[in-house]
């Protein structure tokens, strides 16, 4: 950039950063400990001079902004720690339907797809009874309030603008089915129900709702939500994992992409696959 402009735009970046922060001329000068006479250089118009190095990191300082943003060599003014801290964020996950965190990111998130790897089944197309049996013991004596606050989210995420694509693992389903592992002890009449709620869900919705089965001894993906180009939110049990750099959420757009890729059992075949599941409960 030639010297001139790079001054035009340092100080026009200078000026903006004081006024976001209510800062004058002399107010700056004396947090950097320069002269006011030095400012007012800098900030007159025409003027193709450009601090030194140790006055442009004084000033990043004192406006709280970075030196690079200042002299044109970025076009974002935050602070690294910042800009970290906004990219990646931790936030507990607590043992919930769908708690305050989750239904905040389906609200930004409406009218882009929402890509879903649940941890069990998904929270979304569960009966009533389905939530009683999984969450009441958790939830203790607010569980009825709990799962009706739930349900008014879950409708309201099933008729917004967004569409919505899940992975599922093919084992899921099946330990549901035969009440092994996570959902050992299920009554079978809650399993058949469930079973018929997600099938209903499966072939109403289609295609803004589109369920997929891949094998997890071909592919494995840890719980993983995308919403949109907005943010992906990785589940660790107990902490979300929230990304909200482009990068980052692109990766985790291409795995949910690979489970699609891999899926055994696509969207237009999962009713049939749903409907051998209940013939075999019986």
């Not at 400990?33 to 007159?44: K, V």
């Not at 389903?173 to 058949?192: H, M």
Request: glycine share 4%.
């Amino acid at each position: 950039m030639d010297k001139r402009l790079r001054a035009d735009l340092f100080r026009a970046r200078l000026a903006q950063a004081m006024a976001a922060r209510g800062v004058t001329q002399s107010a700056l000068a004396r947090r950097i400990d320069a002269d006011r006479s030095t400012i007012s250089q800098l900030l007159e118009a025409g003027s193709a001079r450009l601090p030194n190095a140790q006055i442009a990191a004084e000033a990043a300082a004192a406006l709280d902004v970075t030196a690079d943003w200042l002299l044109g060599l970025s076009d974002r003014p935050e602070q690294l720690d910042r800009l970290m801290a906004a990219a990646l964020t931790l936030s507990e996950a607590p043992r919930a339907l769908i708690d305050e965190a989750i239904f905040g990111w389906h609200q930004e998130a409406a009218g882009y797809k929402i890509r879903h790897v649940p941890a069990t089944l998904p929270d979304m197309v569960k009966t009533r009874a389905m939530m009683e049996w999984e969450y009441a013991a958790q939830l203790g004596p607010d569980a009825q309030e709990a799962i009706n606050a739930s349900n008014a989210r879950l409708a309201w995420m099933r008729n917004a603008r967004s569409d919505y694509e899940i992975a599922l693992p093919l084992h899921e389903l099946a330990a549901f089915a035969r009440a092994e592992g996570y959902y050992a002890g299920l009554p079978a009449d809650i399993r058949l129900g469930q079973i018929d709620r997600i099938l209903d869900l499966a072939e109403r919705l289609y295609p803004a709702m589109r369920i997929y089965l891949y094998d997890a001894r071909q592919t494995y993906s840890a719980p993983i939500t995308v919403f949109g180009p907005i943010l992906a939110v990785v589940y660790l049990g107990t902490t979300y994992l929230a990304f909200r750099d482009a990068e980052r959420v692109a990766v985790l757009s291409r795995q949910f992409d690979g489970l699609i890729r891999a899926a055994c059992v696509g969207a237009r075949e999962v009713p049939a696959h749903l409907r051998a599941l209940r013939d075999a409960i019986g």
